[in-house]
């Protein structure tokens, strides 16, 4: 089930784990603002914790090391595929890549960062304009790339949880929260009537599912 090797201490697979999924979500997102950059710092913040657990030093599996032992006494808790705990508490038998929870985990991963390019076109395009975002993913709710992130920080969660992104996630979503509420303020303040007419139709984070086929 678990490779012998721990695979532990490749802090070079941490730095480029962490830039290349930095990178590519930078690439997507194109922070511009103060607020954009604290957003995209913070989810670059839990990529960096995640990664330095995934491949440099395994805290969460060394403080809960006794109490994972005493329970499933014929993992080899300290092998790399072990990381992978929601396979492993659960028993899953094959390679701990085709489990799964690491399967849902790329899905939750690739909608997230479909999301936050998808949001960006349509934003980019609004802004040009100088006209507010209601088209696209902008139809169905107010933060799209928000939402993406969260998409994609969850799906990390499912594939390798760790004690620290879990403290993290919902500090997260509150901060994201707050910066929505920022947003739309100055958005509001821009765009008045048009801008709460459409909030008045358009939920912030979770879509109307009645509404899936509507476009503002």
């Not at 784990?17 to 930095?22: H, Q």
């Not at 929601?86 to 028993?91: D, S, V």
């Amino acid at each position: 089930m678990n490779s012998e090797l721990p695979n532990y201490g490749l802090w070079g697979l941490v730095v480029l784990n962490s830039a290349i999924f930095i990178f590519f979500a930078f690439s997507f997102f194109k922070p511009q603002t103060k607020r954009d950059w604290r957003s995209f710092g913070a989810f670059s913040a839990f990529l960096v914790a995640l990664f330095t657990e995934m491949y440099g030093f395994p805290l969460t599996i060394y403080f809960l090391s006794g109490w994972l032992q005493s329970q499933y006494p014929d993992v080899n808790w300290f092998a790399h595929d072990s990381g992978h705990l929601l396979e492993m508490l659960f028993g899953w038998q094959g390679s701990p890549h085709f489990g799964p929870f690491h399967l849902l985990s790329t899905v939750f991963i690739g909608g997230g960062f479909y999301l936050i390019a998808a949001g960006w076109r349509t934003l980019y395009a609004a802004q040009k304009a100088g006209k507010l975002a209601t088209t696209g993913l902008y139809a169905y709710v107010r933060h799209p790339q928000y939402v993406g992130f969260v998409l994609i920080m969850f799906g990390f969660l499912l594939q390798w949880p760790t004690l620290l992104t879990l403290v993290m996630f919902p500090v997260l979503l509150w901060m994201y929260s707050r910066l929505s509420i920022g947003e739309e303020r100055e958005a509001e303040k821009t765009f008045g009537e048009a801008w709460r007419h459409y909030a008045n139709n358009t939920p912030r984070f979770f879509p109307r599912l009645r509404g899936l086929g509507r476009q503002v």
